[in-house]
T-cell receptor
Framework: EAQVTQNPRYLITVTGKKLTVTCSQN?????MSWYRQDPGLGLRQIYY???????DKGDVPEGYKVSRKEKRNFPLILESPSPNQTSLYFC???????????????FGAGSRLTVL | AQTVTQSQPEMSVQEAETVTLSCTYD???????LFWYKQPPSRQMILVIR??????QNATENRFSVNFQKAAKSFSLKISDSQLGDAAMYFC????????????FGKGTKLSVIP
């Protein structure tokens, strides 16, 4: 089944304790991205990657890191989490073919992160 | 920067009735894509419908259709014969179509379906 898999789905952690949210896709998609969803704000892009070793900032990158060492994986790293990073996180991927909007994003199931 | 506005934080509809969710956007581009995503309580993001700006015809997917008014920069979603399973958060989203793969989302509209 074609899918984007995120882990963990739920996590409660404490301020300053480094954590990684993994994201893996099995569709050979070049493009991958991370969004965070907060009540009243919708989804906002954190980082994205156009291919292996190519990453760039989205609208809200502060406090996050990413890496793209393999095409299928795009982990989100919180080096020193803070309470304002409590959120619902989504990983998404798509092909890079033709015009960008023609490539529909496939979303993961979301990861609920709470930072105490 | 593009912005997407959903002015209705919450809406409700009787089962089997029709409801329209509003979305407006701001862009200076002429070629772009618009989307409606559904997020049920499971939190999964599900694509409902997509509209290409250069296509005059409004997109339709079964009970879901859009009213795309390019000049007014309006992109509303109509749900006909509403079902209990339609209860969800609905997000309107914009993509510039010019090489950026980023989706700009509205803040969402929570739709309740009354039995």
């Amino acid at each position: 089944e074609a899918q984007v898999t995120q882990n963990p789905r739920y996590l409660i952690t404490v301020t300053g304790k480094k954590l990684t949210v993994t994201c893996s896709q099995n569709m050979n998609h070049e493009y991958m991205s991370w969004y965070r969803q907060d009540p009243g704000l919708g989804l906002r892009q954190i980082y994205y990657s156009m291919n292996v070793e190519v990453t760039d900032k989205g609208d809200v990158p502060e406090g996050y890191k990413v890496s793209r060492k393999e095409k299928r994986n795009f982990p989100l790293i919180l080096e020193s989490p803070s309470p304002n990073q409590t959120s619902l996180y989504f990983c998404a991927s798509s092909l890079l073919q033709g015009r960008s909007g023609a490539n529909v994003l496939t979303f993961g199931a979301g990861s609920r992160l709470t930072v105490l | 920067a593009q912005t997407v506005t959903q002015s209705q934080p919450e809406m409700s509809v009787q089962e089997a009735e029709t409801v329209t969710l509003s979305c407006t956007y701001d862009t200076s581009e002429s070629d772009y894509y618009l989307f409606w995503y559904k997020q049920p309580p499971s939190r999964q993001m599900i694509l409902v419908i997509r509209q290409e700006a250069y296509k005059q015809q409004n997109a339709t997917e079964n009970r879901f259709s859009v009213n795309f008014q390019k000049a007014a920069k309006s992109f509303s979603l109509k749900i006909s014969d509403s079902q209990l399973g339609d209860a969800a958060m609905y997000f309107c989203a914009y993509n510039s179509g010019a090489g950026s793969y980023q989706l700009t989302f509205g803040k969402g509209t929570k739709l309740s379906v009354i039995p």
